[in-house]
C-alpha cells in the first residue's frame, strides 16, 4: 500500500509569492493534517481536514489555508510569503477520526528567499 | 494551554543498553497519544499508538506507557541499537495533536 505523498519535495519562493502545497494521503484515509516544522517552534499544527470539511485550526494567520478534494486529496497555500514561512510542511493522514494513528509524509521543503 | 515536554532533549547511549524517554502533558483529557521517530530531514514514521483507555502498547523491542492521570507516558527502547539513532517525538491529541520538541538519541557502537 502506498504511503503519504507529498509534492514538491523542495520549493524555493521570495517573498510575496504564493505557493501550493499538495498531499495525497493513503489510499481509503479521509482525514488530512498540516502541520509546519521549524527548528525554533518545533512541529505545530496548521490544520485538519476530513470529508472535504475543516474540521479544526492551529494559529496561524490567514495567509494559510487549505481544502480537501472528494477523493481526500488536500491542498495547502500560503499566500504573501515571509521569510519566516521558511519551513518543512509536513502532511498525515488517518483513517478516520475514531481511529485517527497519523502516517506522515516526507514532507515540502519550503524555502522563502 | 496544552502542552507537551518531553525530557531529556538529547540522550546518547552505548549499543545494548535499555532507555526510556519520557513525554508529559499538562491535561489529563486526552484522546490518545502517538509516538514517533524522525530521522534528519524525513518525515515522521508512526512507532506505537496508545488510545486513551489503554495503559501500554508494545511492537518488538518497543513498548510505551500512558498514565492519563499524571500526565506522563514512557517510551521503553529494549537493547538498543545503532539504527534506532534518531529524534523521538511524542504527540498528544487534545482534539489535535500537540507535539513535544523531540528526545534526540544517539546510539554509539
Known amino acids: 500500500k502506498a504511503g503519504v505523498t507529498q509534492t514538491p519535495r523542495y520549493l524555493i519562493k521570495t517573498r510575496g509569492q504564493q505557493v501550493t502545497l499538495s498531499c495525497s494521503p493513503i489510499s481509503g484515509h479521509r482525514s488530512v493534517s498540516w502541520y509546519q516544522q521549524t527548528p525554533g517552534q518545533g512541529l505545530q499544527f496548521l490544520f485538519e481536514y476530513f470529508s472535504e470539511t475543516q474540521r479544526n485550526k492551529g494559529n496561524f494567520p490567514g495567509r494559510f489555508s487549505g481544502r480537501q478534494f472528494s477523493n481526500s486529496r488536500s491542498e495547502m497555500n500560503v499566500s504573501t510569503l515571509e521569510l519566516g514561512d521558511s519551513a518543512l510542511y509536513l502532511c498525515?493522514?488517518?483513517?478516520?477520526?475514531?481511529?485517527?494513528?497519523?502516517?506522515f509524509g516526507p514532507g515540502t521543503r519550503l524555502t522563502v528567499l | 494551554k496544552q502542552e507537551v515536554t518531553q525530557i531529556p532533549a538529547a540522550l546518547s547511549v552505548p549499543e545494548g543498553e535499555n532507555l526510556v524517554l519520557n513525554c508529559s502533558f499538562t491535561d489529563s483529557a486526552i484522546y490518545n497519544l502517538q509516538w514517533f521517530r524522525q530521522d534528519p530531514g524525513k518525515g515522521l514514521t508512526s512507532l506505537l499508538l496508545?488510545?486513551?483507555?489503554?495503559r501500554e502498547q508494545t511492537s518488538g523491542r518497543l513498548n510505551a506507557s500512558l498514565d492519563k492521570s499524571s500526565g506522563r507516558s514512557t517510551l521503553y527502547i529494549a537493547a538498543s541499537q545503532p539504527g534506532d539513532s534518531a529524534t523521538y517525538l511524542c504527540?498528544?491529541?487534545?482534539?489535535?495533536?500537540?507535539f513535544g520538541s523531540g528526545t534526540k538519541l544517539n546510539v554509539k557502537p
Open positions: 504527540a498528544v491529541n487534545f482534539n489535535k495533536f500537540y
Open positions: 498525515a493522514s488517518s483513517l478516520s477520526l475514531d481511529y485517527n494513528e497519523q502516517f
Open positions: 496508545i488510545q486513551s483507555s489503554q
